[in-house]
């Protein structure tokens, strides 16, 4: 795929996809942008643990289907999507074994603060009760952006980029949950692309 290029009046952009170089700048652009569009610091201090948990599967197990936005060489925004739902699904199974034994590794240690405790007591109690019924199979897809970039063309492309290479891939659907304390000028463009 040919990267798309876009220039505004602030920046120069591409929309391009995935490399394994990109690996380490998204999984920071993850942790800072991964609670509410803000740093994931104010609830959780483990970064290493919290991007395992969002990226690792994509850039692992399903690089192909992640692209990035880049300003100037730097990259700014990233998409990741699932085509695989049941190899995610064994995936998320499989990676539960690890990630509690961090977790447990780190509380024991003392590497954890009161912060960290409630953020993880949440994810075992409510958090994956809250989360809302998927669509099965479909594909999914995953983005986050620095916050001067979300408002530019960078995320539209992405989204775009995303639609035609799964149509191409034979994907019937995707689906995506979004939240945010900011205006609903993200919900519009999800409309203006053809969400329900």
């Known amino acids: 795929m040919k990267p798309l290029e876009r220039k505004t009046a602030k920046a120069e952009f591409i929309t391009r996809p995935y490399r394994p170089s990109d690996r380490g700048a998204i999984r920071d652009l993850c942790c800072e942008t991964g609670f509410l569009g803000e740093p994931i610091d104010s609830v959780f201090s483990d970064h290493k643990l919290f991007a395992d948990y969002l990226t690792s599967y994509y850039t692992d197990w399903e690089p192909e289907s992640t692209w990035v936005g880049e300003v100037d060489g730097e990259i700014v925004g990233y998409l990741t999507a699932c085509t695989h739902w049941n190899l995610n699904r064994f995936w998320s199974i499989a990676i539960l074994p690890k990630l509690l034994a961090r977790v447990?590794?780190?509380?024991?240690?003392?590497?954890?603060?009161?912060?960290?405790?409630?953020?993880?007591?949440?994810?075992?109690?409510?958090?994956?009760?809250?989360?809302?019924l998927t669509p099965k199979r479909s594909a999914h897809f995953h983005f986050n952006a620095r916050k001067e970039h979300r408002r530019m063309n960078m995320m539209r492309d992405l989204i775009v980029t995303m639609f035609e290479e799964l149509k191409q891939a034979g994907v019937p659907r995707v689906y995506g949950q979004m939240a945010t304390f900011e205006t609903k000028r993200s919900d519009r463009l999800f409309e203006y692309l053809g969400w329900k």
């Open 104 to 132: 447990l590794m780190q509380l024991l240690r003392g590497n954890y603060d009161a912060r960290d405790k409630k953020f993880i007591r949440w994810i075992l109690v409510h958090g994956w009760r809250e989360l809302p």
